[in-house]
Each structure stands twice: as C-alpha cells, then as structure tokens.
C-alpha cells in the first residue's frame, strides 16, 4: 500500500536510467564551453564591455522604474505641481531632446550588442554545420559498411535500393544550390 501511495505521487512515468559515460561526456562539453565564453568575455574590448553592461541594464525592469521616476518627475515639476520647484522646462524641448538623445546612444549600444551576439551565433552555426557534415559523412561510411557486412552474409532487405544511395557522400554545395533555386 505505501509502495502504491509513493508510485502515485512520482507519477506514473520514472526518469531513464543515464547509460554510463554520457554525463562525464556532457560535463567535459560543459565545462569547455564555459571556458571558452569565459576566453570570449575575457577578450572584450572595453567599449563591448561597456555596450554590454549598458543593453543588459537597459533590459531591466530597473531601468523602467528609474525613467518612471526621473521622466515623471520632470513632467510633474513642470507642469507646476511640486512646491518649491520652479519649471526648468515648461515647454518640454529639453526632455524632448534628452530623450532623443538617450534613444540614439540606447539604440547604438544594443547593436553594438547585437552585432556581437550574432558573431557569435554565426560561429556556433558553423560548428553545427561542420559537425552535422562530418556526422553525415560518418554514417555514410556506416551505411557502407553495414551493406557490405549483409551482401557477405547474404541478407536481402527491402531496402536495399535506398542503401546504394545512402553509401553516396552528400555534396553540401549542390543542397544549398538547390535550396536556393526552389526559393526563386
């Protein structure tokens, strides 16, 4: 009866058992990837540091609040409704500007960040491309192997026909000339 109550609180599903290696595979990948975001940070120019620090704050709800109270304040004392502040800028042509220029230095900063977040993520686009091909390239060679391994033991299969086109390498270039051609 307990093992039951105890079965209904995990549900009714039990995590997979993690085949042996696989996590001390995965904390090396992990642990080298830190490392190299830690080197990519490392070598940051200042000003991509600055541009960094600026779009992260930029990005908080902080940062809404702070404009709430500096923009609403300015509004409110010039508009004549704090005592003992006299307006500084009745017609608004300095907050005006003061936004203005925050928006194009705010803008600047952020892509600034964003052109650095998509070097990035060109580099990590290229690894998966590279890897994606050498796996292709690798279960090709499998593909052929394993062919080879059933024509020596005489076992026909009903796809057979598909494996000759298997054992082929593919050409990335013609994948990508006929991506290119279907969307024109």
Known sequence: ??????????????????????????????????????????TATLEERIADAITR????MKFVYLHAVVYGFWIIANLDLVPGVPKFD??????????????IFLSTFILITQNRMSA??????????QISLLAEHEVTKLAALLSAIADRLGVQTEVDAEVEE?????????????IEERRQ
């Open 1 to 42: 009866m307990a093992e039951q109550a105890a079965r209904s609180k995990a549900g009714p599903t039990t995590p997979s058992p993690k085949p042996p290696g696989l996590a001390s595979v995965l904390a090396r990948n992990i642990r080298m990837l830190q490392k190299r975001r830690a080197r990519e940070e490392a």
């Open 57 to 60: 704050f930029s990005g908080t």
């Open 90 to 103: 009745p017609s608004f042509v300095i907050l005006a500007m003061v936004a203005s220029v925050e928006a």
């Open 120 to 129: 990035a993520a060109d580099k990590r686009a290229e690894l998966d491309l």
């Open 166 to 178: 298997l054992k082929e390498d593919v050409a990335p270039e013609a994948v990508l000339d006929e």
